[in-house]
């Protein structure tokens, strides 16, 4: 059931939830549902129109004497009057100040359109995609003035920041977490599932993610050491307090805590309560379950390894990360270079490669004619 309408104070046409849109396999609502309408084309005021025409009328009819007597200045008379000689009615309006709006090629509206609804990235990460992947170079001023014009710009409010930190370096912290469970539906039943992910805190690589079928420690700690075997060891690992990590008891380690302890390795626990510690893996699930879980049906264990297999290699080298500067993960993590080019990699977007292509080709617009 849809949330009672509220608006805000700023814009009656702004609601104030977010992410109301649904998607799934086969189907497509609209992705703006909840957003704010199509701008509306503003009447200019014409009274300063009128009063600047008649002036020049007068003028011309009546003498200057008589314009002046209206209370206009001899400047502005003589200014509007030289106005109306060169460009007639018309120039006697004020252009607009500032910078002109930045003018769209209209495959580019139709392609950023396009991407929005199939999607709904913001305008930041699609004004970073269209210009890392040299699609057309964009701002995302000009994005976001875009979607006002065609009625795509989502509700959002400004969340509070919470404390934010970062290790200056790879492998310096890694970020531990189990989810679950998760329900594969197959031709026996449903089949009960745990995710574990563990991502490096410095370049948000993610290090692994594998489907387990119990949270328990005798099978988290042998894909962590092959972790470890193909990363290298971390100097801090965090966690959360599950029972996986630690126990109720001060001072007692778990097997998992034996095992960091015995490879140097410094065990960070979060605050009770406290998810946003561990949020660099919480942003991950975010991310899994939006692109990967409700996108695709999953039967059995085997399919999801494979699809988590996908979704990690897109993660690390073809997704490109706003909180490191629109980079992949992997050019912070080892320098990996990222060498993408129009919607190839994207899971969302590839099937419109060739549409692309054709789209640019036809408009004759290679990215180098507009750098």
Same mark, same amino acid.
């Given at each position: 059931?849809?949330?009672?309408?509220?608006?805000?104070?700023?814009?009656?046409?702004?609601?104030?939830?977010?992410?109301?849109?649904?998607?799934?396999?086969?189907?497509?609502?609209?992705?703006?549902?909840?957003? @704010?309408?199509? !701008?509306?084309?503003? %009447? *200019?005021?014409?009274?300063? =129109?009128?009063?600047? +025409?008649?002036?020049?009328?007068? $003028?011309?009819?009546?003498?200057?004497?008589?314009?002046?007597?209206?209370?206009?200045?001899?400047?502005?008379?003589?200014?509007?009057?030289?106005?109306?000689?060169?460009?007639?009615?018309?120039?006697?309006?004020?252009?607009?100040?500032?910078?002109?709006?930045?003018?769209?090629?209209?495959?580019?509206?139709?392609?950023?359109?396009?991407?929005?609804?199939?999607?709904?990235?913001?305008?930041? @990460?699609?004004? !970073?995609?269209?210009? %890392? *992947?040299?699609?057309?170079? =964009?701002?995302?001023? +000009?994005?976001?003035?875009?979607? $006002?014009?065609?009625?795509?710009?989502?509700?959002?409010?400004?969340?509070?920041?919470?404390?934010?930190?970062?290790?200056?370096?790879?492998?310096?912290?890694?970020?531990?977490?189990?989810?679950?469970?998760?329900?594969?539906?197959?031709?026996?039943?449903?089949?009960?599932?745990?995710?574990?992910?563990?991502?490096?805190?410095?370049?948000?690589?993610?290090?692994?993610?594998?489907?387990?079928? @119990?949270?328990?420690?005798?099978?988290?700690?042998?894909?962590?050491?092959?972790?470890?075997?193909?990363?290298?060891?971390?100097?801090?690992?965090?966690?959360?307090?599950?029972?996986?990590?630690?126990?109720?008891?001060?001072?007692?380690?778990?097997?998992?805590?034996?095992?960091?302890?015995?490879?140097?390795?410094?065990?960070?626990?979060?605050?009770?309560?406290?998810?946003?510690?561990?949020?660099?893996?919480?942003?991950?699930?975010?991310?899994?379950?939006?692109?990967?879980?409700?996108?695709?049906?999953?039967?059995?264990?085997?399919?999801?390894?494979?699809?988590?297999?996908?979704?990690?290699?897109?993660?690390?080298?073809?997704?490109?990360?706003?909180?490191?500067?629109?980079?992949?993960?992997?050019?912070?993590?080892?320098?990996?270079?990222?060498?993408?080019?129009?919607?190839?990699?994207?899971?969302?977007?590839?099937?419109?490669?060739?549409?692309?292509?054709?789209?640019?080709?036809?408009?004759?617009?290679?990215?180098?004619?507009?750098?």
């Amino acid at each position: 059931m849809d949330q009672p309408q509220r608006q805000h104070r700023a814009d009656p046409h702004r609601r104030l939830q977010r992410h109301t849109y649904q998607e799934g396999p086969g189907f497509l609502f609209l992705a703006t549902r909840g957003g @704010r309408p199509p !701008a509306a084309q503003r %009447r *200019r005021d014409l009274s300063a =129109l009128r009063f600047r +025409a008649r002036c020049v009328r007068i $003028a011309r009819e009546q003498g200057i004497a008589a314009a002046l007597a209206l209370g206009v200045s001899r400047a502005s008379l003589h200014r509007w009057r030289q106005r109306h000689a060169t460009g007639g009615l018309a120039a006697l309006m004020d252009a607009p100040r500032g910078p002109a709006p930045l003018a769209l090629p209209e495959w580019v509206e139709r392609a950023v359109i396009l991407v929005r609804l199939l999607t709904y990235w913001n305008a930041k @990460r699609l004004a !970073a995609e269209f210009t %890392r *992947r040299e699609i057309y170079p =964009l701002e995302h001023n +000009a994005v976001s003035a875009l979607f $006002a014009r065609y009625g795509t710009a989502r509700p959002s409010l400004a969340r509070p920041r919470g404390p934010r930190y970062e290790r200056s370096a790879p492998n310096e912290l890694w970020h531990i977490d189990i989810k679950g469970p998760f329900f594969l539906r197959g031709a026996a039943g449903y089949t009960k599932v745990w995710l574990v992910g563990l991502v490096d805190d410095h370049s948000r690589y993610l290090i692994g993610l594998r489907v387990l079928p @119990r949270p328990a420690q005798a099978v988290v700690l042998p894909w962590l050491r092959d972790c470890f075997e193909l990363c290298g060891t971390p100097l801090e690992l965090m966690s959360d307090n599950g029972s996986p990590f630690v126990v109720w008891m001060p001072g007692v380690l778990t097997l998992f805590g034996q095992t960091l302890a015995a490879l140097r390795v410094r065990h960070l626990r979060t605050q009770i309560n406290s998810p946003w510690t561990n949020g660099k893996i919480e942003r991950v699930w975010g991310t899994l379950q939006r692109e990967v879980l409700d996108r695709q049906l999953l039967a059995t264990p085997e399919q999801a390894d494979a699809a988590l297999a996908g979704f990690a290699g897109y993660y690390n080298y073809h997704r490109l990360h706003g909180e490191i500067g629109w980079r992949t993960p992997a050019e912070r993590y080892d320098g990996t270079a990222f060498t993408d080019r129009g919607f190839e990699f994207i899971p969302a977007l590839e099937h419109l490669q060739g549409w692309l292509t054709e789209l640019m080709v036809s408009a004759d617009a290679p990215m180098s004619q507009y750098l």
